[in-house]
C-alpha cells in the first residue's frame, strides 16, 4: 500500500498541527511516528503519554477522527492524571480505548 491508514492519519494530524501553528495557536499535541503499536487486529492504533500520566493506546483510528484525537489530546493534557472519562470524549472515539498503562512504570525505569 503507498499510504497505509497510520500514514494518512499521520499525515492528517501533522497538517492540523501546522494549521494550529499558522494560525497562532499553542499546539494541542506533537506526534511523533512509530512503526508499530503491535495490535494489527485493532485498525489503526495510537499512543498517547505524558510524564506522570496514563499512557494510552488507541485503537480503530483513521485519518477522519483526527480532529477529535486532538480534542481528545487537549482534554488529556489538560487531565490530572491522564484521565479522559468517556462521557467527555468526542462520540466517534466511543470504542478506541484499547489498554492503558500506568505512569509508574516510567519512574520506575528511571531508577539506577
Known amino acids: 500500500m503507498d499510504c497505509p491508514p497510520g500514514a494518512q ?3 492528517r494530524l501533522q497538517g492540523l498541527l501546522d494549521a494550529e501553528h499558522l494560525a497562532g495557536l499553542a499546539p494541542s499535541a506533537s506526534v511523533r511516528p512509530v512503526a508499530c503499536l503491535a495490535a494489527c487486529d485493532r485498525g ?3 499512543a498517547i503519554a505524558m510524564p506522570g500520566r496514563w499512557t ?3 485503537g480503530h ?3 477522519e477522527k483526527a480532529e477529535d484525537i486532538l480534542a481528545y489530546a487537549r482534554l488529556y493534557a489538560a487531565s490530572a492524571k491522564g484521565t479522559v472519562m468517556p462521557s467527555r470524549r468526542p ?3 466511543a470504542n ?6 500506568p505512569a509508574i ?3 520506575e525505569q528511571e531508577k539506577p
Open 9 to 11: 492519519l499521520l499525515e
Open 44 to 46: 489503526c492504533t495510537a
Open 56 to 58: 494510552w493506546l488507541l
Open 61 to 63: 483510528l483513521g485519518e
Open 91 to 93: 462520540e466517534s472515539l
Open 96 to 101: 478506541m480505548v484499547q489498554g492503558r498503562v
Open 105 to 107: 512504570l516510567y519512574n
